[in-house]
């Protein structure tokens, strides 16, 4: 029941050696725990019950707003769809638990992350229920950097977009009021990796006819943009900054 490293030190040897001379024999130690995966454990939090899922979805402002919270800050592994809200942030942390109760009919969980400033909001799927969230809403498990794309609907109604750019902004967007130079000015941004979902972006602030700037991974937008931008989605995220 010794390690290699007090045999060795009781025998004057080195570890190698000791490793050498016990090649081949069996040595039993104490069993590791098994961790098991218990249904009954997540049971009515944040699980999918057979049947619980709507059939379909109808288009709505609603879930065109679901939607760019997903494609900013969610995830789908095909047994589980979460989304992460900065705990900075409680108002749109209980506003995404609603939006996502109001288009699954699902109440999900909510859990800090560990090491990080941020909850996250899930639901778990079981056996004949896995991949049926994915299946109705159209997503595909894995990278969104090369699986996220804003569903074609949604570029067909101005309500459709606004509630889209809301949900992206909120999760991938900063809007900032800086004081410099003796005045005060607008700034908004929105960030993304995937080319896919930045070109859906603009084709929305297009229709909306806001005007913008692409820098590299980001989507600029300046005073009087910013302003109609705060106007039209109704966006509450802002942060103020000062120079001296």
């Known amino acids: 029941g010794k390690s ?3 045999i060795a030190e009781e025998i004057g040897v080195s570890q190698s050696t000791v490793r050498f001379h016990t090649k081949g024999i069996k040595i039993e130690t104490k069993q590791k725990r098994q961790w098991k995966w218990s249904k009954k454990r997540y049971e009515n939090i944040g699980s999918v019950q057979r049947g619980q899922l709507p059939n379909k979805i109808e288009h709505s402002p609603e879930l065109a707003y679901f939607f760019g919270i997903y494609l900013g800050d969610g ?7 979460g989304l992460s809200c900065g705990n900075a942030h409680p108002h749109l942390q209980k506003k995404w638990i609603d939006v996502v109760k109001g288009c699954l009919k699902v ?5 800090p992350r560990k090491g990080y ?3 996250e909001i899930y639901i778990y799927e079981f056996n004949d229920e896995i991949g049926k969230i994915g299946k109705l809403l159209d997503i595909k498990n894995g990278n969104k950097t090369y699986t996220c794309k804003i569903p074609e609907w ?3 109604d101005d309500n459709f977009c606004k509630n889209c750019i809301l949900g992206l902004m909120e999760s991938d967007g900063c809007v900032v009021h800086c004081f410099h ?7 908004s941004k929105f960030t993304s990796v995937s080319s896919e979902l930045r070109f859906g ?3 929305m602030l297009n229709r909306l006819g806001i005007e913008y700037e692409e820098k590299k ?7 009087k943009d910013t302003l109609r931008l705060l106007e039209i989605t109704g966006l509450n995220k802002t942060l103020e900054y000062i120079y001296k």
């Open 4 to 6: 290699l490293r007090l």
């Open 117 to 119: 400033e941020c909850s």
């Open 154 to 156: 949604i570029f067909n």
């Open 107 to 111: 109440q999900p969980h909510v859990r």
């Open 75 to 81: 995830c789908y592994s095909g047994r589980k769809f």
């Open 201 to 203: 972006f603009m084709k």
């Open 181 to 187: 130079k003796g005045g005060w000015y607008w700034q």
């Open 217 to 223: 991974n980001n989507i600029v937008m300046n005073t």
